[in-house]
């Protein structure tokens, strides 16, 4: 089976910018969680969704959302980026819900720089 | 909101040394996760300890789960250079909490 996959790998913004990242699970996964990772802050949870529906959410403004789609691919939207959204997105496919009770599959993430 | 500390931050050892990181939750956890991330790489699930008390092994790699499924920890025996990497516990209700991750250096 392909693993977990988000496009891109890389990006730049500069501030004020909005931002969409992309990730598709692996194939039968439902369930997508969305993390993000700095040296600061270490890996910090976004959001999960599963069937289309947020099902979790962490701590984060309301300037980062999400969705999933049909075929459980799953979108993230930073829209407003300031400079301390600089860090890797990494996104995690599980087969079921709730993201502390399965085996999270991490993708390669997105590494965005804010400038 | 819950927290998880993980300890030490960093280990530098001699590569055949033990390594040990601990892992302590402020509320009990139903379950813990533990995850590998080479550097460059993306976080790797290694193992998950549900039941109070349990004591999983992997080869080297021994995941202990506190009694009052507050604390965990991960023993590395006889540590190799492929063991380099930060090893990170998670756990939480629905969310996955993760700790800050032990950063493990070998020298050859």
């Known amino acids: 089976k392909a693993g977990v996959t988000q496009t891109p790998r890389y990006l730049i913004k500069t501030r004020g910018q909005q931002v969409t990242l992309s990730c598709s699970p692996i194939s039968g996964h439902r369930s997508v969680s969305w993390y993000q990772q700095t040296p600061g802050q270490g890996l910090q949870f976004l959001f999960e969704?599963?069937?289309?529906?947020?099902?979790n959410k962490g701590n984060f403004p309301g300037r980062f959302s999400g969705r999933q789609f049909s075929n459980s691919r799953s979108e993230m939207n930073v829209s407003t980026l300031e400079l301390g959204d600089s860090a890797l997105y990494l996104c995690?496919?599980?087969?079921?819900?709730?993201?502390?009770?399965?085996?999270?599959?991490f993708g390669p993430g997105t590494r965005l720089t804010v400038l | 909101g819950q927290q998880v500390m993980q300890i030490p931050q960093y280990q530098h050892v001699q590569e055949g040394e033990d390594f040990t990181t601990y892992c302590n939750s402020s509320t009990t956890l139903s379950n813990i996760q533990w995850y590998k991330q080479r550097p460059g790489g993306h976080p790797v699930f290694l193992i998950q300890l549900v039941k109070s008390g349990e004591v999983k092994k992997q080869k080297r790699l021994t995941f202990q789960f506190g009694e009052a499924k507050k604390n965990s920890s991960l023993h590395i025996t006889a540590t190799q250079t492929t063991d380099v990497g930060t090893y990170f516990c998670a756990g939480g209700a629905q969310k996955l909490v993760f700790g800050q991750g032990t950063r493990l250096t070998i020298n050859p």
């Open positions: 969704y599963f069937s289309e529906t947020q099902r």
């Open positions: 995690a496919s599980s087969q079921g819900v709730g993201a502390s009770y399965n085996e999270q599959f």
